[in-house]
Every structure is written in C-alpha cells, then in structure tokens.
C-alpha cells in the first residue's frame, strides 16, 4: 500500500496509540444501503475466481443468476480441478477432473452462464498452496486484465481466515486479493502490460464465505435455479460420487433440487431467500 492511503485509512479508523497491529484488525463494515446495487446492473463484466467448481455456485448462483439475466457477461476462473475429495481406489485425478468439469458446465448453463466462460487454471485440489505464488498471482492479474470486469467475486480473505479448513479456500482468497491489487498497477508485472494485458483497477469486489458480510441479496425469485444448478454438483453430496457409474444422474440431480430448495429457506426468513457478500471497493487500488 502507498504510505499516503495507509495514513488515510489509519486516519479513518481512529488508530492511535494502538499503532499499526491495531489498525490491522479487521472491522466489520455496517449493512451497504447505497445506491449502486449489483442486483440492478445490466450490461457490465463480472468476473468470478473460485477456488473449487461448486463455491461460485452454492454461495453466488442466485446473484449470479439475476446478473445473467439481466444481460451482464460473466466469466469464471477456477483455481483448481477438483479433483482429490475421493478415497475410492477405482478413482482417478483424471476421471474427478472430468465429472468436476461436467458438473460445472452444467450449473453454468443453467444458471445461464457458457460453458465457453469458464477458466480453468488447472492445480490440483488441495495443493494451491504449493504452486509458485508469484507466477500464480500473475495468471490470476493477466485474466484481471484481459476481462477488465466491473467486479470480481471470490472468497474472503479476511476473518476467520485462521479457521479455513481447505488450503484451497485460504491459498485462493489471498491469490485474489493480491492479483487484484497486482492488476491494478502498471508496474506490477510490467511483462503483463508489455504483453498488452493493461492494468485495470476493478471498482468493486464481493466477498464470499465471508464472517463480515455486509450486503444481501434476495435471490428468492431465482431459488428454484439456483437449487437446480447446485444439484448439478452432484458428486459432491453424501455418497453421490462412489455411486456416480450406477445413479440415474437426471433422477437424482431431481430430487436434490427439491431437497435443496426446500433447505434454502431458513426459519425466520419469512419465506425469503438471501446470498450475504462482503461488498469493498478498496482492492482494486
Ligand atoms: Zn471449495
């Protein structure tokens, strides 16, 4: 950070005596009521960078859903393959590779998004810790760059971080956030900016998995798809994926659906249907 923002942004929250440890801590954000709400924009680029092929869809579908409806062009970049969650000795990181990638052309198309929109990146589930941070947070600046979106989606690299049980999740949140930041200046990665990828500062970013969420959106008019779409990752309920060869894929993707729209609706929620984001403008810069 530029010492002249990180003295505004100590400025802003009061820090004092407490110094810069205390300044680090994150604050959670009040409920966002301004005026430029995602659920309204028509005609804007999103772009989505998840680390596995089923986080975008069980806590975006919804919004991902009114985005696409409401004519926005949205992209997927997904980390890894997906391709480790099986004890099965007949399995291979080949062949979960291939259902993984099936399952998420299939949430995509119906929650009405191309197969031909998804990037892949390709690291195996679990290891993105492992892959060369810096060559990883170039890739992820370069697709920043080439999709020069409105506003990214990805999981929150802020609080709990500590208590992110997949590697994945933790290693893909920071990646992000770095590449963000790593697009939006011309000398980083200037190679980047030589090869024609310009630096792009992206507004606005929503934040998935996140314990500070501070902006809602009812996706209760699209439930139905949403749940559809999530049933379409069906290797990754119960003991779906060691029965993958004998189910009837259509039947059971069915009766999840309907499973899974009737557990949407929480008690207390008055028959609403609700995604929670943090929403911050202050990565892209
Ligand atoms: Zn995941």
């Known amino acids: 950070m530029r010492m002249g923002r990180m003295l505004a942004l100590l400025a ?17 954000e009040p409920e ?4 430029d709400r995602i ?38 970049l997904i980390y890894t393959s997906d391709n480790a969650g ?61 999709h020069r979106p409105d506003a990214v989606f990805s999981v929150d690299p802020g609080a709990p971080y500590r ?13 992000t956030v770095d590449a963000l930041r790593a697009a939006a200046w011309r000398l980083y990665f200037p190679e980047l900016e030589q090869a024609g990828f310009r630096h792009w500062s992206v507004p606005v970013s929503f934040f998935y998995y996140s314990a500070q969420p501070n902006y809602t959106v009812d996706v209760t ?12 990752h069906t290797s990754q309920f119960g003991d779906m994926l060691e029965k993958y060869d004998q189910i009837d894929l259509e ?13 949407q ?7 609403r249907v609700v995604e929670r984001f943090r929403r911050s403008t202050r990565y892209g810069s």
């Open 12 to 28: 802003l929250i009061g820090a004092g005596a407490g110094g810069l440890a205390e300044a680090q801590i994150a604050v959670a």
């Open 32 to 35: 966002y009521t301004g005026e």
């Open 39 to 76: 659920e309204k924009w028509t005609g804007k680029t999103i772009l989505v960078v998840t680390p596995h092929p089923d986080d975008d869809t069980f806590t975006s579908g919804g919004t991902l859903a009114m985005l696409a409806r409401n004519g926005n062009d949205i992209s997927i």
């Open 86 to 146: 099986s004890n099965d000795p007949r399995m291979t990181k080949e062949r979960l590779a291939e259902i993984r990638r099936a399952e998420e052309e299939e949430a995509c198309r119906i929650l009405g998004i191309p197969a031909g929109k998804i990037t892949w990146l390709g690291y195996d589930d679990g290891m993105l810790e492992y892959v060369d941070r810096r060559e990883l947070t170039k890739q992820v600046a370069r697709e920043i760059r080439r």
């Open 163 to 175: 208590q992110w049980h997949k590697s994945d999740h933790r290693s893909g949140a920071f990646i």
């Open 221 to 232: 008019e699209v439930a139905a798809l949403k749940a559809r779409a999530s049933a379409a």
């Open 251 to 263: 039947k059971r993707r069915k009766e999840l659906a309907e499973e899974l729209l009737k557990g």
């Open 265 to 271: 609706l929480k008690p207390g929620a008055n028959g």
